[in-house]
């Protein structure tokens, strides 16, 4: 048992991810579709009969209604229960690791992000700014409590205070991680007169900067561009697409990478 953590802050934290990763499933839908995701109330995307609080608890409804809409009998995606587990799953597991503490919870945020934007990539190909840059922002607020490791703020400010060189740690991840791949999608978007790397892995890049720091980003970088290479070779020869024209959601294989490395190693 980790000194941290005791098992009733554990079992606390299975329960709020259940309960966020429910709110996050109404985010994911709606955010790519510009929908409020305050009004209107929680409604089946079928038949847009609302969800009736019984039928809207997270897990447990699913299973009770065997996966269908109580009104249209319509299937209801894998990702509703899938989504409330992985968010519970992982803060679970970022609490176990880094204790019920400002570093704990900044984990759980950044782990509930990772799993927001990994569906709305795969699901549209989208990365909302909301869950970027607001996550980007979330960052840089923790990064006053948390200390964003880098070899940069140690070597380049070591009479600074913590505060001071977890900024520039943050700051500098940013700009090194998403500075070269927005100035490739730049280049390349002006010789070949089309998009190439889209804007929304640019901000991606800039949020796990800002959480992780440069060396711990770019190992999110690496995990997330070798799964997806493999993975995304994998797909293309198993299901006969068009390589050329097949848009790999890169974003996603990036947000698994982001996820894996603060509970891989402790940060
Ligand atoms: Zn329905």
Known sequence: MSAEAGVGYLILAALFGLLFGSFLNV?????PRDVSVVLPRSFCPECGAGIRWRDNIPLLSYVVLRGRCRDCGKGIGIRYPLVELAVAVLWVLAIYRYGWTIAGWKWAVFEAIMVALFWTDLEERLLPDEFTLGGALAGLVFAFFV???????????????PVVRSLVNAGLAAFFLAGPVWFIGFAYSHLRKKEGLGMGDVKLLLLLGVFLGLEDG??????????????GLIYVRAMHKDAASYELPFGSFL?????????????
Request: contains cysteine; aromatic residues 2%; positive net charge.
């Open 218 to 231: 770019l190992l999110a970088l690496l995990i997330g561009a070798v799964a997806g290479s493999i993975l």
């Open 147 to 161: 200390m964003v490791p880098g070899a940069a703020g140690e070597l380049l400010l070591p009479e600074r205070t």
């Open 27 to 31: 985010c994911i839908y709606r955010l």
């Open 255 to 267: 947000c698994a990478g982001g996820a894996l490395v603060p509970l891989l190693i402790k940060i």
